[in-house]
């Protein structure tokens, strides 16, 4: 049976509207093979943890510019993992300092992408864990 | 200029002689495209018409700047647009920054504040003080400004959908202090459009949006007439990742949607028009980014003079602020950060600016240290004192490179204004999602430049070092948590304090203005705030009324 492509959800939480580099990773996910949903502005941590749950998809990937995402984050995290997504893994990124970048991955973030990580690389780490998440749930 | 068959002649011999020479790269494009010469001599340039293209300073078409001796009677505005946490906070820092030798105020506001909540609303959760500060309140405006002379100061408001409502505000401030609303002088950027297009702070849809612009317009036209009442701003749709010839297009394109919807309400345009002041971005491409702001006024003179048949010599003139490009700012090595604010701050000086902000160079990271921020001052002081530049007007033009430029620059723009009238204005375009998916591809491109390495990036994509950005990781300005609990006292303790039954009256009556079209919201929502409505009580009330636009998902995104 064939695979079906690598679902992505692209979400922007909170109220700012920079989404230059969530667009352009959209962009770069999809020339990549991937199928990807943006949300756009203004998501709440539950929308975004509901719409991740109704497209069925295999990683999310998170955008923030406002320096909300020590709040905004972990709750994401949670209200996935309310509606039975813990196994699905988040990756951010935006303007987080470094030590912010050690706070989140320690509460459950897999990958921060700091500023100036080169669009490869982002790709790579979400395919890889696309995959690996595939696996682990075949057992 | 002589141009002749010896000319001719030579420039032949020069370019045999150039023709085989090794070269770094097979074509030389600007970031907006534009394929550049090696050599630029008067051949390039557009013809032998200096009074018509260039003029002298302060005369139409106003190219070599507005001002007759630009900088050598005053220089610009050195304007640091600052604001974070609270109220008390950020009236700390304006009062650093003006002590160290700036000369106007220009406030950040946080997202709340830009989108009309106040900091309890539940969207408000870990956004308050974020990126600028929480002004719920007129005693959250008279802390802001405690200390400082409103009538000696212009200040400038990075405040969109909530414009009206935060000018209400500092118009409540100085009335308490005595102040009438004739001796304020400052700008509110007021600029939906390019909301929509790049930057995500609208409430309300389009048409509602350009009321309340428009609303404002009028009443500082009869109340505070030294106010700036619209900062056209190709800023933010540049950052969002438009090319330079995008941006100067664009934002000529929105100023054309303001004096359209101003004069549709029978306003005169040189009644509003020497209002209204621009801004824009100052990004890499050094020679670009000049010949873009002389292209700038040379535009919007046409388009006041011939277009809107303005008569006033102040309706044509082009005011800008200049902010350095934040974008181009890395993590990466961020001390080199210093030298490209210094080399845009330098392009904006060059082409001519009345105000600048120059970025900190930890802004990759987080919003500037004090230090970091003095530096960023500092810089400007250095450009205006010691470099010299500041002592003769328009010192690049006649270069034959600039103006070849610049000409190239000005056709480019034309042809997408043009564009943009034939589907019937900025409105259009930006309600179709058409600007929006420019910037998309635009920014998509310079990106792939940047990976591809044919747009080189010092740090990032060449002499990179292991570790770089770390450098900076301990000294970043934190915004303390706090902060949000602090506010929300505060909000709690003014409500509780207030006459309730005023505040009511006074929404009622803003909600009929609202449901009139022919009434001005100015006024309603001056005397709201008097009476002790909060920022988000006015917001909401207008929301019942306007409703609220939702972006639909882009398509194909």
């Known amino acids: ?139 | 200029m002589r141009w002749d068959e010896e000319a001719r002649a030579a420039r032949r011999a020069w370019e045999a002689s150039a023709e085989g020479a090794p070269r770094r790269r097979e074509r030389f494009l600007t970031p907006s495209g534009i394929e550049v010469q090696a050599l630029y001599t008067p051949e390039e340039l557009a013809g032998d018409d200096y009074l018509e293209r260039l003029g002298f300073p302060g005369r139409y078409p106003f190219t070599r700047g507005v001002h007759p001796t630009m900088y050598r009677g005053r220089l610009w505005t050195m304007r640091q647009y600052a604001g974070y946490a609270t109220a008390e906070e950020s009236n700390r820092r304006y009062r650093f920054l003006l002590e160290r030798g700036q000369t106007g105020l220009s406030v950040a506001f946080d997202l709340p504040t830009q989108i009309g909540y106040d900091s309890d609303h539940p969207l408000a959760r870990g956004e308050v003080g974020r990126v600028g500060v929480a002004i719920d309140t007129v005693e959250d405006m008279e802390r802001l400004f405690e200390g400082i002379p409103l009538d000696r100061v212009s200040t400038s408001m990075t405040i969109n959908a909530t414009a009206a409502t935060l000018l209400a505000l500092y118009i409540a401030v100085a009335e308490r202090r005595g102040i009438p609303p004739e001796k304020l002088s400052g700008t509110v950027q007021n600029d939906i459009l390019k909301e929509y297009a790049a930057r995500g702070t609208y409430i309300y849809p389009p048409e509602p949006s350009m009321r309340l612009v428009t609303d404002l317009m009028a009443f500082c036209a009869e109340r505070v007439p030294s106010w700036n009442t619209v900062s056209i701003s190709g800023y933010h749709i540049r950052e969002a990742g438009a090319t330079a010839v995008e941006e100067l297009a664009f934002t000529l394109a929105d100023g054309i949607a303001y004096v359209e919807a101003a004069t549709g309400r029978g306003l005169e345009v040189d009644r509003f028009a020497p209002r209204l002041s621009f801004f824009f971005n100052a990004h890499m491409d050094f020679f670009e980014e000049i010949a873009k702001f002389r292209a700038a006024r040379r535009m919007w003179a046409k388009i006041m003079r011939e277009r809107f048949g303005a008569r006033d010599p102040r309706s044509w003139m082009l005011r800008f602020h200049t902010q350095t490009a934040g974008s181009t700012l890395t993590a990466q090595q961020p001390e080199n950060n210093v030298v490209r604010v210094t080399l845009q701050a330098l392009a904006a000086v060059l082409g001519g600016t009345q105000s600048l902000h120059t970025n900190a160079r930890d802004e990759a990271l987080a919003l500037p240290t004090e230090e970091s921020a003095r530096l960023a001052l500092r810089t400007q002081q250095i450009i205006a004192l010691e470099s010299g530049v500041a002592d003769v007007v328009d010192p690049l033009g006649g270069s034959y490179y600039v103006e070849a430029l610049t000409d190239r620059l000005e056709s480019e723009a034309w042809a997408l204004i043009e564009e943009i009238d034939r589907m019937g204005g900025a409105v259009r375009a930006v309600e179709e999602g058409w600007m929006q998916e420019r910037i998309r591809r635009s920014a998509y491109r310079y990106q792939r430049a940047v990976e591809s390495g044919e747009r080189p990036v010092v740090g990032v994509n060449v002499y990179r070092e292991e570790g770089g950005e770390a450098e900076l990781g301990g000294a970043l300005l934190e915004i303390d948590p706090a902060v949000e609990r602090e506010q929300v006292e505060r909000l709690r303790a003014f409500k509780a304090r207030r006459d309730a039954a005023a505040v009511a009256r006074a929404r009622e009556a803003l909600e009929r203005a609202a449901r009139d079209p022919h009434a001005n919201l100015m006024p309603p929502i001056l005397e709201a705030v008097r009476a002790g409505a909060t920022l988000g009580e006015v917001a909401d009330t207008l929301r019942t009324v306007f409703g609220e636009y939702s972006a639909a998902r882009e398509a194909g995104l």
């Open chain 1, 1 to 139: 049976m064939e695979e079906r492509p690598i679902r992505v959800l692209v979400a922007k939480p909170g109220l700012d509207g920079h989404d230059r580099g969530a667009k352009v990773i959209a962009q770069a996910l999809r020339d990549a093979g991937m199928e990807v949903i943006y949300t756009g502005l203004r998501q709440s941590p539950a929308m975004i943890a509901q719409a991740a749950l109704e497209e069925d998809v295999d990683v999310v990937g998170l955008s923030s510019l406002s320096g909300a995402h020590r709040t905004l984050f972990p709750e994401v995290l949670r209200e996935m993992r309310a509606r039975g997504l813990g196994d699905v893994p988040v990756v951010a990124g935006g303007i987080i300092p470094p030590r912010d970048a050690a706070e989140l991955e320690e509460a459950g973030i897999a990958r921060i992408f700091p500023p100036g990580t080169p669009l490869e690389e982002i790709v790579r780490a979400v395919a890889d864990l696309a995959r690996e998440r595939r696996l682990a749930e075949r057992g």
